[in-house]
């Protein structure tokens, strides 16, 4: 089996907070808070591999049941009884790579987020905020198994009075029959956790972050955004495959540039640039899921992952009676990892195929009463939104769509 290491994770995981393609170079007036309340909904089925193809999130457990994993069990109980099989399989011109049937497996996960997020003006142009989701996840996976026509025949000249092999065929045939419970019987005898649904809820990374209003002339302005998210989430366990993080488990800084242009009343663009470093970090894993990996059993892994940089442009309309909308792109690019187990070796397995690159297209609207609480004709200034975020292309990573909600209050 491939490494699964990642066998379930979200874009929502990348990052604490993650942001809209429309970014505003705004900044709250001097001794202001806002309180922002986001909920943010995915779910995923299936990621992109390496070439930008689709796949199930659960491709890694579909593997082919081989002579060569009987003959390995066999050995574990009966070397002697494995040299008689073995020998068997040769004298019927049976390979050891010969495929007995083949594992299928699916799985799907749901993750929910509510993310307060507060913010307060130092001064006009500087702003400091800070954020952390609390999240909900659930995943599902099923795993079957289809026997081959090896299978068959292999069963059938067992089963050969000529033979005189009718024991070792019913044995067989018990295996075969329960091949998905054998292969969790393997995994615990690993110490993994049984391949069932799964639930569980938590805090997520927390992000701290301060915005200053660099410059403005006229209709445009420059916003710079320095910060860090805090390793607060649990990362991803190691002996449960099929759990959803909360976090990545290790710092990151990063800074961000924004430019924002007013080209008519109403219409607006903005540019950002942001680049993310992604401090080194500790976590228990397996190396893979290949039998001799898990026979090994875990270890205290050392990993650096990849940087990343994430550029989005984004076009802005806000109505004078308070309705807004806005239409965006956003790219994701995140360098390969690094990993290195307790001796300094490489883990080849955990960082291939860890680049990834993502394309999202986003849709929002909104309906805000700041201008109209400045005129009178509102109590209170806030903002309510709703936006979904649809993944377009991928390479190496989940593929979800984001649903948002979002709610600020002003004070």
Known sequence: MKNIRCLITVPLLCSALPALAYEHTKTLPRGRFNLNLRSIATDVATKSNAAGGSEGLAAPLERDLTFNDVLRNQAAI??????????????????????????????????????????????????????????????????????????????????????????????????????????????????VEPLTDWRDSGWGDTTVAAKWRAWESGPASLATTLGTVLPTGRPDQARVMNDVPFGDGQTDLFSQATFEQVLVRGFSVSQSLKYTHQMPGQREVFRGLEPEDLEDGTTLATFKPGDRIDAALGMAWAHPSGVTASVGWQMNRKWRDRWQDNEGQRIDALETHSDQLVHIGELAAGFSTVEGYFRGEYVAPAEISVAVARQVASRNSMESDLYEMSASLFF
Not at 110 to 133: C, E, F, H, I, N
Not at 160 to 173: G, K, W
């Open 78 to 191: 009966s070397p002697t009884r494995a040299a008689k099989v073995e020998g068997f399989m040769l004298a019927n011109e049976l390979e050891r790579t010969d495929s007995l049937g083949r594992f299928s497996a699916s799985a799907k996960a749901s993750v929910r987020a509510t993310a307060p997020v507060l913010a307060y003006g130092v001064s006009d142009k500087l702003t400091l905020a800070m954020g952390a989701p609390f999240m909900s996840a659930r995943s599902t996976i099923a795993v079957g198994f289809t026997r081959s026509d090896t299978a068959a025949r292999f069963l059938a000249l067992l089963s050969d009075p000529a033979n005189n092999q009718h024991e070792a065929a019913l044995e067989l045939q018990e295996k075969l029959d329960s091949a998905t419970a054998e292969l969790n019987r393997e995994l615990a005898s690993h110490g």
